[in-house]
T-cell receptor, first 115, second 113 residues
Framework: DADVTQTPRNRITKTGKRIMLECSQT?????MYWYRQDPGLGLRLIYYSFDVKDINKGEISDGYSVSRQAQAKFSLSLESAIPNQTALYFC??????????????FGPGTRLTVL | QKEVEQDPGPLSVPEGAIVSLNCTYS??????FMWYRQYSRKGPELLMYTYSSGNKEDGRFTAQVDKSSKYISLFIRDSQPSDSATYLC?????????????FGSGTQLTVLP
């Protein structure tokens, strides 16, 4: 079984709809992240959470919100989807070992299309 | 100007070729340098990780960091069709408040059999 899972894998929706993307992990990591990937722009951080009570905005948080329901679950919501939120969305996790850098483990991605 | 610049390619090479992938950056605070590999329809996975300047070798892969030039490279020797993927560089500063990775845009590599 995959360590980091994302649902749904693909979603097509219309402008103005509320969308939730879900991420679950079995790695036992404290830290979780949401990224979006666009052609030519690479991966950009939307939100990150270092534990259930610690949620932080990333580089491009406008138009998004998150919920950390448990150590293993981190959801990303688009309250009112717009076409420029069409992208590939990745969830990632990492340990909180005290090292400056901890490897991030990525899920398989959710391809979101907003019409 | 982006903090991290990466040639998007696409790059196409014959099997067995030596591949050089590169990134430049502008933030002199970056101390940690990573290369992630992303296969089609998959999430990125860590390939190499280096700290500060110097070289690191792992099998057919060598990562180089030149902090004086703000330039990092990934070399792939004896490239194989299975190396066909998008390669993303990523960087991080050592500041305790800087919790984020900054990624390049990725270079798409195809190794032809």
């Amino acid at each position: 079984d995959a360590d980091v899972t994302q649902t749904p894998r693909n979603r097509i929706t219309k402008t103005g709809k509320r969308i939730m993307l879900e991420c679950s992990q079995t790695k036992g990591h404290d830290r979780m992240y949401w990224y979006r990937q666009d052609p030519g722009l690479g991966l950009r951080l939307i939100y990150y959470s270092f534990d259930v009570k610690d949620i932080n905005k990333g580089e491009i948080s406008d138009g998004y919100s998150v919920s950390r329901q448990a150590q293993a679950k981190f959801s990303l919501s688009l309250e009112s989807a717009i076409p420029n939120q069409t992208a590939l969305y990745f969830c990632a996790t990492s340990e909180s070992s005290g090292r400056v850098y901890n490897e991030q483990f990525f899920g398989p991605g959710t391809r979101l299309t907003v019409l | 100007q982006k903090e991290v610049e990466q040639d998007p390619g696409p790059l196409s090479v014959p099997e067995g070729a030596i591949v050089s992938l590169n990134c430049t950056y502008s933030n002199s605070a970056f101390q940690y340098f990573m290369w992630y590999r992303q296969y089609s329809r998959k999430g990125p996975e860590l390939l190499m990780y280096t700290y500060s300047s110097g070289n690191k070798e792992d099998g057919r892969f060598t990562a180089q960091v030149d902090k004086s030039s703000k330039y990092i490279s990934l070399f792939i020797r004896d490239s194989q069709p299975s190396d066909s993927a998008t390669y993303l560089c990523a960087m991080k500063s050592s500041s305790g408040s800087a919790r984020q990775l900054t990624f390049g845009s990725g270079t798409q590599l195809t190794v032809l059999p």
